[in-house]
């Protein structure tokens, strides 16, 4: 076949595009095997069955949508040689930027050319923080009417109420499970465990009820066989205030 000049470039780089997307299939691969293990989980395993965001759904069809322009390329090369160069070329400018800003659990996971590590704790994290986030409010409000926080578990179901065992986004067994609380006396610092199971949130507050930290557990993950602690997300990381875990705080500033 003789190709002209503008045809021969559209080829070159839809062979550009053939390695990034390549590259990049993996994604797609851990989208179907995390649904996968989500549809046949065990009855011990817990799981995240809403976890699939819209950006996990960008992550996953990354691969299969520039294959299939590729393909639309030796199909139609001839015909519209120049709008598929365009395309293309757009595409091998914009990639770059937008997967340097792409989200993902691990800070280093970043490939050339590529989306970031499938971000499949995302759903799970912003749950969980929002359940953080009413109870924070709760206790905050509380504080701010009796002058401290709750030093007693008593005291702190009293004031958060049923928002405490709210349904969560976690599953085991084919049942949906809710959140819980626990109550922690320490100095106010961030409490971290080998939890039991996910969702149960951790109210650790120093005996002068002046300073709170919430922590939760979770599965970062949408599914496992044991819990472990919520992390906040990979950017933070060591220079986060606790360490990487999922966190919020009061605190009162007493005479």
Known sequence: MNLQGREKAALVLSGLVALVAMWQADETISALKYWWNVKHASATDFVVPDWVTSYTWISALFAPLWLALIIATVFFIRRWPTALFVVLGAYLLVAPVSCAYAPSLDAQSGGFLGLEELPFADAERAADSGQLERLDQLISRRGESVGEFPTSFEALKSAVGDTAFKRSPYGQA????????????????PYSTNPERPGVVYYAVNPSGSQFVLTISGLNAPISNHASMMRAGSFVGGKQPWGGLLATEGTLHQR
Do not use: E
């Open 174 to 189: 084919g049942k949906q499970l809710s959140f819980d609380l626990r109550f922690v006396l320490n100095q106010g610092s």
